[in-house]
């Protein structure tokens, strides 16, 4: 993932349970300020280690704490330098979805090295979209379940979102989302 994923964490655990918990989930997977650097991307592994020992500090199962990050994740961007992306990719969640790819465009042009996923809106009804997220990293379901409900909270809307269908292989993951909105 990115430096600035693991600033947004460094930060909910901040809002969570102070500095101090931080400091421990640093020692204990051996994190420095080297690991924070915004626009630098590291390895999955390390962003998995930071998700896990916050986890732990937070008496959530890892994939709890993957949801509950994404969430946060589209709060913390929101009010970061990526703010005013957010605000031009979209004012609904359709138009955002759907402006997502052009989005990431804009991140690999600030870091070549990104590997960013692919979001396609593949039906819409007034009461249920069907997502087509991909991605050659595996592992981040649980993360993208919280960016999609943390985007509907940032878009007025209100429902869940589940698996509909999930594929992998050698070339990652591809994994359909079903929103179901609370829509009348």
């Known amino acids: 993932m990115y430096g600035m994923a693991h600033r947004a964490l460094r930060q909910m655990m901040h809002d969570r349970l102070g500095a101090s918990t931080w400091t421990k989930v640093e020692r204990e997977t051996g994190t420095g300020p080297a690991d924070l650097i915004s626009l630098c991307v590291y390895d999955d592994s390390k962003t998995i280690a930071l998700i896990s020992a916050s986890a732990a500090h937070l008496g959530l199962p890892v994939e709890e704490a993957l949801r509950d990050f994404g969430r946060y994740w589209v709060r913390y961007a929101e009010l970061s330098s990526f703010g005013p992306i957010m605000d031009f990719t979209g004012q609904d969640l359709v138009t955002f979805i759907n402006n997502l790819d052009r989005m990431h465009r804009s991140v690999v042009l600030a870091m ?18 069907l997502v087509r997220y991909r991605s050659e990293r595996t592992g981040l379901e649980a993360f993208v379940i919280g960016l999609l409900e943390g985007l509907m909270d940032r878009l007025n809307e209100t429902g869940t979102v589940h698996v509909a269908e999930r594929t992998e292989n050698a070339a990652g993951t591809v994994i359909d989302f079903a929103i179901e909105l609370d829509r009348t």
């Open 112 to 129: 070549p090295d990104a590997r960013v996923p692919s979001f396609t809106l593949l039906d819409e009804t007034r009461q249920r979209l």
